[in-house]
């Protein structure tokens, strides 16, 4: 990973650990390193050559965003089922509750696995990871979940740049068959006690999802290119997100946004 990532990740993951694991949040690293005016911000991005520079600051422009209130949709590169009913979700503290789940849409499935398409997996001894590809080309959506003998608190001790680095390596297509938590969010810091700022500030941040419209296939010049067709294994990789998890939108490699859902809103 470029120092751009690797600090980015870097920072999200210590912001991260100084708010702690008491419910849903979001953030942008992003906003929140753009809106540090002392020696930190200097010192991070003298470290960066100024096309990547010039990338990141440009980012907030881009996307219509800002540190104080911004909204940020991630429409999905291929749909998925709704699903109507509601499905367990343990929480942290063991509690179980229903919410609403979105799963795989199987036939598609099948024919995004033969052109070497969709969704892909990795996985070490402490995350299942999901990659999610987004209707622009260099974003992502990618779900970190525990597994089972790891809490957030404790599997956020774990991850850091080099292990996601790892991970973004070992990606691979599979036949997944997901259930996720349908979720939106939105969450306010309060980024002057946070990031230790002379003057008040706070950073609002809404982030939600959406699958594409149904003609959108029919667009997907990618879709329909005549790739070397293999034969697809159909064997399902089941990934069920029925636990708190990280999840982050990845630029490329640079992390954009990042949250966790613990089975709240917010």
Not at 10 to 25: A, M, R, W
Not at 202 to 231: A, G, M, N
């Amino acid at each position: 990973m470029d120092p751009l990532a690797v600090t980015t990740i870097t920072f999200g993951l210590k912001v991260l650990q100084e708010i702690g694991f008491f419910g849903s949040l979001v953030f942008s690293p992003v906003l929140l390193l753009l809106s540090e005016q002392n020696s930190v911000r200097s010192k991070i991005f003298n470290k960066v050559d100024l096309r990547k520079r010039s990338k990141i600051e440009g980012f907030h422009s881009e996307n219509d965003m800002n540190l104080v209130n911004s909204t940020f949709t991630a429409t999905w590169r291929y749909p998925y089922r709704n699903v109507h009913h509601h499905m367990e979700f343990k929480t942290e503290s063991g509690k179980v509750k229903h919410v609403k789940y979105v799963t795989a849409n199987k036939t598609l499935s099948d024919e995004l696995v033969a052109n070497n398409l969709g969704f892909r997996i990795a996985e070490d001894d402490v995350f299942t990871v999901l990659k999610i590809p987004l209707n622009q080309p260099a974003l992502r959506l990618v779900i970190f979940l525990p597994k089972p003998e790891y809490s957030l608190a404790k599997s956020i001790t774990k991850l850091d740049a080099t292990r996601i680095g790892n991970l973004f390596k070992e990606f691979t297509v599979y036949n997944v068959h997901f259930k996720i938590p349908c979720f939106e969010m939105s969450s306010t810091l309060d980024t002057s006690t946070l990031m230790r700022l002379k003057n008040p500030k706070f950073h609002k941040l809404r982030f939600d999802w959406r699958q594409p419209s149904e003609k959108y296939l029919e667009q997907d010049e990618d879709f329909h290119e005549p790739f070397v067709k293999r034969i697809p294994d159909r064997t399902p990789f089941h990934f069920v997100a029925n636990r708190p998890f990280f999840y982050t939108v990845f630029n490329h490699r640079l992390p954009i946004l990042i949250g966790i859902y613990t089975g709240t809103r917010s």
